[in-house]
């Protein structure tokens, strides 16, 4: 039995994982947040691999509140790049595969073509800074792939598309920017790839390969494409409005155009991904 420690259990991704882990039998799953696991402290996280064997780690825990992190230096780069360290150093030590999950902020933004996994990394504030840091330590350990994923939604948790759907239940109207660019991700599909992944893995013995990688759903959009599709979807009244971002000021900045290249996610891991609408709907029906 291939067994898997997925940190940050409790967020987006996790929720997702643990969701999925019914459907791949072979693997034997351990979901743990905060409370039953701080990656933070490194004699508790010695102290748990001492007693438990794990085959693969999936660290899905992260510091990801891109405003406050800007006043809260010290706590992100303590869960972004000293946890990370920590699981780095441990998968090294305990021969263990680990998968981290790292973001779009490690870039400024300026492309006007999709970014690949070779393009140069240039974080604006600090909550890009620390996880571009967690990619350096992580990557320290022979045997990890990160994954660097983009405006994450989900069923689970806080994040965008909850958001819209909340305030255009309740508004006439809403402010959204159009000149931010990306590609959405829904962690329900990341999550049943790096599962898939891990599966033929465990099956063929050749599919994992350390490294950087880019997962986003296919497609690209704006802020404003997204959320006018949520509200069409759900037949709300409320108008979104399309603003510059320069009309709504935040604490961080952030990438302008956060458009991925993920042909090397799909050639090597032989997956393909679905399209962004695609994906959105599929959420947008779990939350009918």
């Not at 962690?187 to 013995?205: F, M, Q, S, Y």
Request: glycine share 4%.
């Amino acid at each position: 039995m291939n067994t898997i420690l997925v940190t940050g259990s409790k967020g987006q991704l996790g929720s997702e994982l643990n969701k999925l882990s019914t459907e791949f039998p072979d693997l034997s799953m351990t979901f743990t947040d905060i409370e039953e696991l701080d990656i933070t402290n490194m004699s508790s996280l010695k102290l748990f691999f001492d007693n438990q064997k794990y085959t693969y780690i999936i660290n899905a825990a992260a510091y990801t509140a891109v405003d406050k992190a800007e006043s809260e230096q010290k706590k992100a780069a303590l869960i972004n790049v000293q946890g990370v360290s920590n699981l780095a150093r441990l998968a090294t030590n305990y021969k263990m595969h680990l998968f981290h999950i790292s973001t779009d902020y490690v870039f400024d933004g300026k492309n006007n073509v999709p970014y690949n996994e070779d393009d140069t990394v240039n974080p604006l504030g600090v909550y890009g800074k620390t996880k571009l840091q967690g990619e350096i330590e992580a990557l320290r350990h022979t045997d990890t792939v990160v994954i660097r994923t983009s405006w994450l939604y989900s069923s689970y948790g806080t994040n965008f598309v909850k958001t819209i759907l909340k305030y255009a239940k309740e508004r006439e109207a809403l402010n959204v920017v159009y000149d931010q660019i990306g590609s959405p991700t829904y962690a329900a599909d990341l999550a049943r790839a790096i599962l898939t992944l891990i599966n033929e893995n465990v099956h063929h013995h050749h599919l994992f390969k350390r490294g950087i990688y880019h997962y986003a759903n296919e497609g690209v959009c704006s802020w404003f494409d997204m959320a006018y599709e949520i509200v069409q979807r759900f037949e709300l009244p409320c108008k979104i409005i399309p603003i510059l971002t320069k009309d709504y000021p935040t604490v961080a900045k952030r990438p302008a155009y956060s458009v991925f290249d993920t042909s090397k996610f799909k050639q090597t891991f032989e997956q393909s991904i679905p399209y962004w609408r695609i994906s959105l709907d599929e959420c947008l029906t779990l939350l009918k």
